[in-house]
């Protein structure tokens, strides 16, 4: 079973799009995240809910809204979509109040918008 | 801003020679892990350091997370194209509760 899985893997959209990216995790985790990694390979911190509520929100456009259904998924809708948000994005998970907050990160989604 | 400078970024090796990646930053992290990332895959942690001056091995690998927690290094010994790959340093911070990711380390390992 896989741990933390995000649909789809590969999406390639028109500019101007809307377009949404689904994730779930089974283990048992209370935070979810979303990460943007860049053609450099740049990890970057997007947003983070723990237990439904949004606890992180990093200096993104507000086209990206992130929904979280229950603690189990965090979905990823991005309104008017740009050239410069092609990117890897990736969903993870964690165990709150862990002094490591060792994260579990999906395979990633791949996004190009052309 | 809390940032994590990692070096090298790009790494070419022949098997059997030994590397050694750094992570520097001016901030305290409450901990140090170390994630290596395979093309088309998410990143999966190698390890985690938690005190000042900590060594982990892990077979070939040796991870050191500095006395003051502020670095961290990677020192790989008689690299094997196997561990060809994506590495990255992350740093959490217990007061913000975010992971800070460096910018990555590309190893190749030729034969």
Redesign the interface.
Known sequence: DTA?SQTPKYLVTQMGNDKSIKCEQNLGHDTMYWYKQDS??????MF?YNNKEL??NETVPNRFSPKSPDKAHLNLHINSLELGDSAVY?C?SSRPGQ??????????TRLSVL | TQLLEQSPQFLSIQEGENLTVYCNSSSVFSSLQWYRQEPGEGPVLLVTVVTGGEVKKLKRLTFQFGDARKDSSLHITAAQPGDTGLYLCAGHSSNTGKLIFGQGTTLQVKP
């Open positions: 933390v450099k390979k740049f990890l970057k911190i983070s606890i992180i990736f993870a002094r490591k907050n060792i994260q579990y990160f999906g395979a990633g």
